[in-house]
């Protein structure tokens, strides 16, 4: 496997979607080839810091402010 | 929850009965509704648009327009799924609305660097947390994943930071599977490369 051909499935390997001959070629390119190893971990690094740090949140004032805005036009309907 | 008709062995997911006590003018089920996505339709409409008070705008209008349109959601996808795409659609149109020299889809800029093999591989700090202080990690966040084009930043923020499975990010975009796997590579890689050159281990060529 070249790291082209690892790259092609990185995708369907985070999400755990290969079959087990096709994990095991990737898993021994990935004890062989570093690149590709750190590619792997800074990836995965990369979408846990997104996940972990929330950088847009509503506020709880302007929140309650949204969700009343939102119903009074609603119940205005009926 | 309540006790409602089951389709074989698969259980009928919660938001089945509240969407149908709204569409019966029950405004107390529509309001919960709301109250469990706002923040995620507004995170999701703050990403696309990187703007804060069109994205409040954006939150209002959603649930506006899902409201009057409930009949004619039938289903087939979650309705989280369902508001996400009536979100995401609102949200490239304030983009193209406000950037009016450029167009603006899901299509820009993803034709280009078809599997661009990546070129930083360093290790990288284990723990960006404590390099930075949360405030500065979170400026590094927004500019970083500001700078992708909308269609990735938008398949990132659905798939990665929101959690919707491919499936659902795909029914939220009206892409297929394969197109939402390939964006997703893409956007997870270049996003990758950029918050390198912040996130490098401090020994080697450390922090910019
Ligand atoms: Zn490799």
Redesign the pocket.
């Known amino acids: 496997m070249t ?1 082209t051909d ?1 790259l092609a499935r990185m995708t369907d390997y985070f999400d755990g979607e290969v079959e087990p001959e096709l994990l095991a070629e990737i898993q021994s ?1 990935l004890c062989e ?1 570093h ?2 190893e750190v590619l792997v971990d800074t990836t995965r690094q990369t979408i846990r810091v997104y996940r972990d740090h929330q950088v847009y949140e509503l506020t709880d004032e302007i929140r309650e402010r949204t969700v009343s805005r939102i119903m009074s036009a609603c119940t205005g309907k009926h | 929850m309540p006790v409602i008709e089951q389709t074989g062995t698969e259980e009928v997911h919660p938001d089945v009965a509240l969407v149908e006590a709204s569409r019966n003018g029950d405004t107390a089920a529509f309001e919960k509704l709301v109250r469990q996505y706002d923040r995620q339709i507004f995170r999701t409409a703050q990403h696309i648009t990187q703007n804060r008070e069109d994205a409040e705008d954006i939150t209002q209008d959603v649930f506006m327009k899902a409201y009057n349109k409930l009949d004619q959601f039938q289903g087939n996808s979650k309705f989280s799924t369902w508001l996400t795409r009536i979100a995401v659609n609102e949200s490239l149109m304030r983009l193209r609305k406000r950037k009016t020299s450029r167009t603006v889809s899901m299509d820009q800029d993803v034709q280009t660097d078809e599997g661009s093999i990546p070129r930083d591989f360093a290790d990288w700090t284990p723990d960006p947390e404590q390099q930075y202080g949360t405030s500065e990690l979170g400026g590094i966040l927004q500019r970083t994943i500001a700078g992708l084009s909308p269609g990735f930043r938008t398949v990132f923020t659905l798939r990665d930071i929101e959690n919707l499975s491919t499936e659902e990010t795909a029914q939220a975009l009206g892409l297929s599977v394969p197109a939402v796997k390939s964006r997703l590579l893409r956007a997870r890689l270049q996003l990758r490369e950029r918050l390198s050159r912040y996130m490098k281990r401090k020994d080697g060529s450390a922090k910019p």
């Open positions: 790291c690892f390119h080839c690149h590709c």
